[in-house]
């Protein structure tokens, strides 16, 4: 007997749409392996469509006062709240996350920072006005884009969508807005909370594969293109974007080292990059996989290491127990069990390496050891419940295997020595850099990497900013 399944629609201009041409994909719950959900194949009628309703929306949303757009933001921010188990049970049958690590992991952060973007609203910076030129005044005008078309990855479906909305439309931005093709259905829900607190248009959902996120970064109407995802795709929305000059805000992959020096806390180091490279099936571009432990404690670090994977437990979102849930979909199962079957002779698998059961994409927790700085899984991305370890001699050397890679968005280093922990947050060359910790994150402080993790900020001031123009202005004192 099969079920019906559940009929997801993009919202466009304030109501709820089929795509245009009656396309549709079904959608899958990654802990069952079973589809639960259709949601639209948009095509070029969708994002025309999309693109005209925000691009019509965008002059009164623009000229709102900061305060109308923060009484909006907050008025969003109470009602994530409100509704939270309607978006923690779409966000789990997207990604089959542990339901209670949804709800404490996401739920709060994610209206933190809605609060705080509707804060920032009220923040604009701007250098004082002033005489520069004898008999001229000028000043700066901090205004927003225009419309943003914004491509939200599948790992973290509402929190990314939180990061690209809340900073565009506090500034006074309007959104057409992605999500993956995989995880749609939190997004949605969104749609339906937003949609009944802000002017129609301001904010439109647009579901879809890559063809759809294609069709909107080159589509003429948005100023801006935002993406979270994989470095090739950042690099063709970058080619793209370029043929009319757009805006481009890249977060892309991450390959985060972990420095682990011989006067480290050993349990305490381990525990935390245990947490830190399991949490969400080690699906973040700054999971901590990436372990380079001093040669004096190398042989003790895998051990603890391979003891505590083993004693970490994966499984269906309403086991209270488990750590993390499963892999997004079917290629993201065979890409970590890729790495993995093509491991050189050198490696050894110390925990792990296997999947988890036959319903489902999951994985088990992975430690690597034994492996070399030009292999394979330490110069690409796993994107999985996967953490593999080297063996380092002194400083400069851990600074240079830290850095020997293309990524370049997060990092850590574990030491009680504070100089070298100033050294090493000098050295490493990513965007943030954590001491004695891995993974925190606060809205108040920027997070964006360098090289091919792209460039562009989310959360902090700085994020703001980059959904902002700067304009000059100056007048005459004579007139």
Known sequence: MSTELRRLRNYIDGEF????????????????????????????????????????AFPAWRDTT?????????????????????????????????????????????????????????????????????????????????????????????????????????????VVLKPSDTTPASTALMADIIGSIVPKGVFNVVCGDRDTGRLMVEHATPAMASITG????????????????????????????????????????????SEAGYFNAGQDCTAATRVLVHESVHDEFVSALAKAASEIKTGQPDDEDVAYGPLNNPNQLKQVSGFIERLPAHAKVEAGGHRV?????????????????????IQQEVFGPVITVQSFRDEDQAVEWANGVEYALASSVWTKDHGRA?????????????????????????????????????????????????KHVMTSLDA
């Open 357 to 377: 059961g036959d319903k489902g994409y999951f994985y088990a927790p992975t430690v690597v050891s034994g492996l070399k700085q030009d292999d394979e899984i």
């Open 17 to 56: 749409r089929d795509a245009a041409d009656g396309r549709t994909t079904e959608v899958v719950n990654p802990a069952t392996g079973e589809a639960y959900a259709t949601a639209p194949l948009s095509g070029q009628a969708d994002v025309d469509a999309a693109m005209a309703a925000a691009a019509a």
């Open 66 to 174: 900061p305060a109308e757009r923060q009484k909006a933001l907050l008025k969003i921010a109470d009602a994530f709240e409100e509704r939270a188990e309607e978006l923690i049970a779409a966000e789990v049958e997207n990604t089959g996350k542990p339901i209670g690590l949804t709800r404490s992991e996401e739920i709060p952060p994610m209206v933190d920072q809605i609060r705080f973007f509707a804060g920032a609203a009220r923040m604009l910076e701007g250098r004082g006005a002033g005489e520069y030129m004898e008999g001229l005044t000028s000043f700066v005008r901090r205004e927003p884009i225009g419309v943003c078309a914004q491509v939200a990855p599948w790992n973290y479906p509402m929190m990314m969508a939180v990061w690209k909305f809340a900073p565009a439309l506090a500034a006074g931005n309007t």
């Open 230 to 273: 994989s470095v090739r795709a950042g690099m063709s929305v970058a080619e793209s974007a370029a043929k009319d000059l757009k805006r481009v805000h890249l977060e892309l992959g991450g390959k985060a080292p972990v420095v682990v020096f011989e006067d480290s806390d050993i349990p305490k180091a381990v525990e935390g990059i």
């Open 422 to 470: 100033m050294r090493m947050s000098k050295k490493l060359d990513f965007g943030c850099v954590w001491i004695n910790t891995h993974i925190p994150l606060v809205a108040e402080m920027p997070h964006g990497g360098f090289k091919k993790s792209g460039y562009g900020k989310d959360l902090s001031g700085y994020g703001f900013d980059d959904y902002t123009r700067i």
